[in-house]
């Protein structure tokens, strides 16, 4: 078992809430991903909050089957790992690998710093040392508010883009194919007056929108549609139903 260890220290005067310090404390938990090891505290050390974490293999995967996961997969490539999500959210920088910023791993950000927000002396260090070099990492209190302003951002624009439904909204095409998939663009008053890229939620729709109308750039249609948006603006329309076709216009 590898004796590695991660020292995390929060270095706050004042006491930190429980609801606060445990979800912390859970969020650093959730962002350690690696199959059959647990992140568990070695020692708490004397100081503001000062805990040493090690990667372990429960007992119970010891007993089924030999030791196949190599636990030097670094608590300090962890601490990159964490680093890099809350580098995205602190300034824009982008994470290491090669993948977008999951709502879950926004809200661990979010959460992890908040003690940090107590007071403005604050920090949150990690510390590793590590045959390969060490690793130290700080965040304070200035910069903990910016992590958890962005990712509140980044997780509302998260919910807009995979939730926002318009319902009886005015449509009318500017552009039409004969295909689903391809070169159809409406604009939505209700919703903005740009002309926007739309889809259909079936290929019924399509056919009655399309096919069934002899002139469907005059008419006016009432629909619900999905919007996917791009900050405050739409970039995508996926209609999900006719309300009614209002005729010619």
């Known amino acids: 078992m590898s004796s590695e260890i991660l020292t995390l220290k929060y270095d706050i005067d004042k006491p930190i809430p429980l609801e606060e310090f445990v979800a912390s404390l859970r969020s650093l938990n959730s ?15 004397k100081g503001s909050y000062i ?23 670094s608590l300090g490539t962890f601490a990159k790992h964490v680093s890099s999500i809350l580098d995205f959210f602190k300034s824009g920088k982008k994470p290491s690998e090669d993948k977008k910023i999951t709502k879950q791993e926004a809200q661990a950000a979010h959460d992890l710093v908040a003690p940090l927000t107590l007071e403005n002396k604050s920090t949150l260090s990690f510390e590793n040392a590590h045959v390969e070099g060490d690793v130290q990492i700080v965040y304070n209190y200035t910069e903990a508010h910016a992590i958890q302003n962005a990712s509140r951002k980044y997780i509302e624009e998260l919910d807009r883009t995979t939730r926002d439904i318009k319902e009886k909204v005015s449509l009318q095409w500017k552009n039409l194919s004969d295909q689903d998939n391809a070169g159809n663009k409406s604009v939505i008053p209700d919703i903005s007056d740009r002309t926007v890229v739309t889809r259909f939620g079936s290929e019924m729709l399509h056919d009655k929108m399309v096919k069934q109308s002899a002139h469907p750039f005059k008419h006016l249609w009432e629909v619900n549609v999905h919007v996917e948006w791009h900050g405050e603006i739409p970039k995508r329309y996926t209609i999900l139903e006719i309300i009614e076709d209002l005729g010619e216009v």
Not at 31 to 45: D, F, P
């Open 51 to 73: 805990f040493e974490l090690i990667n372990q293999v429960p007992d119970v995967f010891n007993e089924v089957m030999p030791i196949l996961v190599n636990t030097s997969e």
């Open 31 to 45: 962002l350690h991903s690696t199959e059959g090891v647990q992140l568990c505290v070695k020692e708490i050390r």
